[in-house]
């Protein structure tokens, strides 16, 4: 069902399919820890069966309706002071292949849930293996709601319940690799300026005054930017205040 892509050069050009496996992201660093892998390998599965979601969640999808797979990128070029720019590469990527797909507006909320009307259509979990100063390799994880027409939670969509289409997952597949590897070369050949001002107007709730929650703390703030490691900064009152992914929820 899942072929090698015809329109990229490395995203994808090795592929690894299981019919089922815990976590694609977790099978995929033991790929790249047991012998040498070339950039951009994908592993995908129709059926995770202990999806990983970001802080500790569990990512759910009904088997062989979505596409979930995770890629092993090997950013060297990339400082590790910059890896949060890996998440807006993967981010980036998937709102270009959202729009063309659902000619909806589709909005990022920091730090990497893609949504559109207000509900989540895809996760994203990015894993990074460090040495020293060095990002050795990156797992990039994707779950992405395709066909999938009902959900556990309200807050949850997918591209059929926004389209009223079927997508055939593996051209899908294919589709969407051209759009990550065209973000990712363009990082790879340092235009990290344009991609974070891409990322900036795509922010979910930017520019507005809402609620917050802070270790357990209520405060009305609005959202300016990102400082240079890609915390979330707030405007609250006169001061600014930078957060990391568990130091604050949208309310
Ligand atoms: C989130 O929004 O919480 C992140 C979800 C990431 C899910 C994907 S599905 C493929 C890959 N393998 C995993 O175990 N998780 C990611």
């Known amino acids: 069902m ?35 892998v070339n950039e951009g390998t994908l592993v995908i599965t129709d059926h995770q069966t202990a999806g ?18 995770s890629l092993i990128l090997k950013p060297k070029f990339l400082a590790i002071n910059k890896q949060f720019f890996l998440n807006i590469v993967i981010c980036l990527a998937l709102r270009d292949y959202l729009k063309e797909k659902t000619s909806c507006a589709i909005y ?3 730090p990497n849930d893609i949504l559109v009307h207000e509900k989540k259509i895809s996760g994203i979990l990015i894993e990074n293996q460090l040495q020293s100063s060095t990002i050795l390799s990156t797992i ?3 779950g992405l709601n ?25 051209a899908e597949l294919s589709i969407l690799l051209g759009f990550i590897e065209s973000r990712y070369i363009q990082l ?10 891409l990322y900036l107007d795509a922010l979910y709730r930017r520019n507005e005054k ?18 240079p490691s890609g915390r979330l900064r707030i405007r609250m009152r006169d001061e600014v205040k930078s957060f990391g992914i568990k130091e604050i929820q949208y309310v």
């Not at 496996?21 to 820890?33: F, K, V």
């Not at 809402?210 to 400082?227: K, M, Q, R, Y």
């Open 140 to 142: 990039a994880g994707i």
């Open 2 to 36: 899942y072929k090698i892509p015809a329109n990229t050069l490395f995203m994808g050009q090795n592929l690894v399919f299981v019919p089922d496996c815990p976590s694609t992201n977790t099978l995929a660093l033991q790929i790249s820890q047991q012998s040498p």
């Open 188 to 197: 790879r050949q340092g235009h990290s300026d344009v991609l974070m001002n």
């Open 146 to 170: 395709v066909n999938q027409k009902h959900f556990n939670t309200s807050t949850a969509t997918s591209m059929t319940m926004v389209t009223s289409d079927i997508f055939e997952l593996g």
């Open 210 to 227: 809402h609620i917050f929650s802070s270790h357990g703390n209520l405060f009305e703030g609005v959202i300016e930017d990102l400082d």
């Open 52 to 69: 990983k979601g970001q802080r500790g969640n569990v990512w759910e999808a009904e088997p062989g309706k979505n596409l979930t797979f």
């Open 108 to 110: 990022i909320k920091w």
